[in-house]
């Protein structure tokens, strides 16, 4: 496997499901990002890890869990959703957190909350 | 409020043609712009970025142009190839604080015509 990976790539859950988005990352990098693409909106930054801790939560709701076990596995783990949280939930990856260190995206994991 | 704004939700060329896209930001704060490629079912990718101390940027057949007084940036594909097909993104980032954070636009879908 090569760069970041995502699974799974789609993903059906009703509301009072918990399920977990997991990411990889096989790049060496230090620093992971969640990003939720809802319809007709931007890419919206949720969540940052650097060296495993947490460095930002953009405001999310607390139905969102991340975890990063280690600088190459990101989590999201996820509960009691809404279905406005249908959405692209992309995990990205970067050497560190300067604005240079390119993120390199995975390709995503398609959520719907029925 | 959309701080990034890519006013064109779509753009048609024809192969060999200037593709060019474009967007406005409205925070003056915004240093360094980015743009991303993004394929179905692929996450994004970096193309080229800029910082503002440039106006002009340039990789192979991608140019970004930054025009800080109008707050607009543009990227040019000369010339443009069908494999160019796909959605760009213009992302900002600020260099103070968290200056990892970027600030998407929507998308522009370029359709590169054989």
């Known amino acids: 496997e090569t760069g970041v990976t995502q699974t799974p790539r789609h993903l059906v859950m009703g509301m009072t499901n918990k399920k977990s988005l997991k990411c990889e990352q096989h790049l060496g990098h230090n620093a992971m990002y969640w990003y939720k693409q809802s319809a007709k909106k931007p890419l919206e930054l949720m969540f940052v890890?650097?060296?495993?801790?947490?460095?930002e939560n953009n405001s999310v709701p607390s139905r969102f869990s991340p975890e990063c076990p280690n600088s190459s596995h990101l989590f999201l783990h996820l509960h009691t959703l809404q279905p406005e949280d249908s959405a692209l939930y992309l995990c990205?990856?970067?050497?560190?957190?300067?604005?240079?260190?390119?993120?390199?995206f995975g390709p995503g994991t398609r959520l719907t909350v029925l | 409020d959309q701080q990034v704004k890519q006013n064109s939700p779509s753009l048609s060329v024809q192969e060999g043609r200037i593709s060019i896209l474009n967007c406005d930001y409205t925070?003056?704060?915004?240093?360094?712009f980015l743009w991303y490629k993004k394929y179905p079912a692929e996450g994004p990718t970096f193309l080229i970025s800029?910082?503002?101390?440039?106006d002009k940027n340039e990789d192979g057949r991608f140019t970004v142009f930054l025009n800080k007084s109008a707050k607009h940036l543009s990227l040019h594909i000369v010339p443009s190839q069908p494999g160019d097909s796909a959605v760009y993104f213009c992302a900002a980032s600020v260099s103070r604080g968290s200056n990892y954070k970027l600030t998407f636009g929507k998308g522009t879908l370029l359709t590169v015509n054989p």
């Open positions: 800029i910082s503002s101390i440039k």
């Open positions: 990205a990856s970067s050497q560190g957190l300067v604005r240079q260190d390119t993120q390199y």
């Open positions: 890890y650097n060296f495993k801790e947490q460095t």
């Open positions: 925070n003056s704060m915004f240093d360094y």
